[in-house]
Each structure stands twice: as C-alpha cells, then as structure tokens.
C-alpha cells in the first residue's frame, strides 16, 4: 500500500536528516540541534588530544580530526556534526602562514596591505586542503544517514579580514584602509578568496557534507551601508555557488540585527543568529522564506540550571514551531563550558513541547 510505503518512507527520512530538512524549512519531528564550536577545549577529550597535537596538526590529519568531530558529537547526542578545521585554513594555500599563538589566536606573518600583496596571492592551489574532504569522508562513513555533516568556510569579508589585520581585531582599521581606500585592490582580494573557497567547498561537498556553513563572524564591524558596498556581492557569489553544488548554505554572523535582511538577500537558505535580539524578532528580519539558526547566548551555559532552562526555552518559544528552526548557540561554546551544561542543553531541545507553553 503506497500510502503506508511513504509514511514509512518520511519517517526514515526523519531520523537521517531531521536537520538537512529543517535547513530547508521542511517539516521535522523535532527542533534539530548543534552547537558552534561543539568539538573543542572544554571538552576533555579534545584536550586529550591537544596534548599529543597542535591544532594545525589536528586538522591536517583526516584520521585526527574525523575522531575529534566524532566524539564531540556523539558525547552530545546533536543532531548534527561539523566537521572539524579552522577558518584560516585557506590561507596557507592562497600564500599566506600563520600560526596560532597560544591565548593569542591566530597570527598571519606578512598580512596583505598593498594592491602588490592581493597580486601575490594564488588561488591555484585549493587542491592543497584536501585533507579537510578527507577527513569529512571519514565522517560521512562513520555516521552515515545517521547525522547531518557540515562542511564550512569562512565568509570573505571576515577571512579578508584576518588577512589584512593579521590576526583578531578590535577597530579592523587595515582592513577599513584597503576597502575604502583602494576597493579595486579589495574587489580582487575577495574574488581571489572566493575562488579558493568555491573550489574547497566543492571539495566538502564531494567528500559527502550535507550543508555548508559560511562563518562571516567579523560582519558586525561593517555598517549596513558598507556591508552592501563591500561585502554583500561576494558572500553572495559564494553562497549561489554553493548552493549550486546541491546543498543549502548556512550563513552565520555576530552582532548582526542590522544586517540580517541584506544578508538574507545573498540567497542563503538559513540565517545563523547570535543571541542579542529574541529569536522572533531577528526571523522577522530575515524573512519566513528562511531558515534560522541560533540563538542562545554561549555563556548561558555557566548559569544555573534553571536559568539555562528558561533561556533554552525561550528560544524555542519564539521558534514558535514554525518549520525552519535549528536550535544552536548565537556564537561558539567557550573554554571551560561545563560540558554536561551542553547535554542538558540537547535534552531540553528533544524533550521540547510547544503546548509546555501555557504552563
Ligand atoms: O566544533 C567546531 O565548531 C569545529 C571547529 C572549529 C574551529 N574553528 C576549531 C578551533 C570551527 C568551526 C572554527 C571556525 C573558526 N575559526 C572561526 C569561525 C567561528 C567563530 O567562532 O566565529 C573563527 C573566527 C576562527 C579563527 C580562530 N581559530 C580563532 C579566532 C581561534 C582562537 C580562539 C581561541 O579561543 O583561542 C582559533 C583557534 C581554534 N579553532 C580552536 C578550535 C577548537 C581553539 C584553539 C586550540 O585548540 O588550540
């Protein structure tokens, strides 16, 4: 009986990818759930293993950063698993070294300042970061249908960024200096990085990644005005080439409220929200045509469990259960989040209601 074939069929397809379809604003179960940064130092294991490794180390060896990826989430019962890398990944194929100063964060030896730096960068060598596809083969092969997989880059404003500045910044003056002063040198730098990007998502993709996250963290130091003069086409070039490979993209930044619309523009089939406006407000901006991720403040995990709860539960009340939400953190978890916080998290995700509402 067809009828009953399809319904079997729609409940398999809800275990295998409660969050690939609520990416796409399907119908799901349950609100699926992940946590950015959920594979790193608050967690032990990893720590286990940052002992034997750098972090550069770790990503470059499928077999390390496959385990890493594995364990962090199957130790949090998510419903999703990135892959594990760095944003800065990409660098060193495009010319560039870096290393990561221990409580520094990273550090880019000679960062771009001039046309003549954005003219040395090649863009012929993505090919360079296969180890990251790897290791998502690895991962795909572990979890099969079993979880979601998320490839991910850098978006180019932010990865311009740490190009220019050389490492975090407060004020992105260099960054500022280049793209007003010399936007022809800028537009070139944010083609070459989406070239490189383009080719190294396509690489995930292939590896067997079911969605793409593109980190634009930095794009809260843009006004609107700017993030439209400078930023917008690029992201948006890069968000339509990936979506052309067959997966939806997700498209996170931090401190955003006055961007959400214009980054809703770029095509991006979900909306990743940091935590400063109610997660009803923030969709209304970006537009039921969307998907949204987010949006618990990472440090809500330090507080009492009771606090926690009402915060999770708030997020889930202002999801209101519309198709289209995936429960996550407005920004990465930080060290020393007390990792059974995070499970308890995932537990009140699952066990979530709607109808509690009232009570
Ligand atoms: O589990 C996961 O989320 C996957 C792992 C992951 C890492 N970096 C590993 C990592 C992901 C998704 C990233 C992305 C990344 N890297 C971003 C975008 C996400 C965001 O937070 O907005 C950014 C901005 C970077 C650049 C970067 N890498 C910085 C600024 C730092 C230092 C920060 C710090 O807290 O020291 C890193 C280092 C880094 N990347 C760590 C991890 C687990 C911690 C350092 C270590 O293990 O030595």
């Avoid at 550069?56 to 077999?63: F, M, T």
């Avoid at 790897?134 to 960024?161: E, N, Q």
């Avoid at 997966?247 to 931090?254: D, N, Q, R, T």
């Amino acid at each position: 009986d067809t009828k009953a074939q399809n319904s079997a069929v729609e409940e398999s397809i809800l275990d295998g990818s409660r969050f690939v379809r609520a990416c796409l604003r399907k119908p799901v179960d349950r609100t699926p759930v992940w946590f950015l940064r959920q594979a790193g130092r608050y967690m032990q294991e990893y720590r286990d293993v940052r002992k034997h490794h750098t972090l550069v180390e770790i990503c470059k060896q499928p077999d390390l950063a496959a385990e890493v990826t594995i364990t962090a989430a199957e130790k949090l019962g998510v419903d999703a698993a990135i892959i594990f890398a760095d944003l800065l990944l990409p660098l060193e194929p495009m010319g560039l070294d870096f290393e990561f100063q221990a409580g520094e964060g990273p550090v880019v030896h000679h960062p771009v300042r001039t046309a003549d730096d954005v003219k040395a960068l090649r863009t012929d060598r993505a090919a360079d970061l296969d180890y990251v596809a790897k290791a998502i083969s690895k991962v795909a092969a572990h979890f099969k249908d079993r979880l979601g997989i998320i490839g991910f880059c850098g978006a180019p404003y932010t990865l311009a960024s740490y190009m220019i500045e050389g490492g975090g910044s407060r004020n992105y003056i260099e960054t500022k200096k280049l793209m007003y002063g010399n936007t022809l040198a800028w537009n070139s730098l944010l083609d070459k990085i989406v070239t490189v990007l383009t080719e190294y998502c396509r690489q995930q993709v292939q590896a067997g990644a079911d969605v793409i996250q593109i980190f634009d963290s930095w794009v809260g130091s843009l006004s609107l005005t700017d993030y439209r003069d400078y930023a917008f086409e690029a992201s948006k070039r890069l968000v339509r080439a990936v979506q052309g490979m067959g997966v939806p993209v997700i498209y996170f930044g931090v401190e955003t409220a006055g961007l959400l619309t214009d980054m809703a523009a770029t095509g991006a089939d979900v909306i990743g929200l940091d935590w400063h406006q109610p997660l009803d407000v923030a969709w209304r901006s970006v537009g039921y045509n969307h998907a949204v991720q987010g949006n618990l403040d990472p440090i809500t995990l330090f507080a009492p469990v009771e606090i926690l709860e009402q915060r999770v539960k708030e997020v889930l009340r202002a999801a209101n259960g519309r198709p289209g939400h995936i429960f996550n953190l407005g920004h990465g978890i930080v060290p020393n989040t007390p990792v059974e916080n995070v499970q308890a998290v995932v537990k009140m995700v699952r066990e979530f209601r709607l109808q509690e509402t009232s009570l």
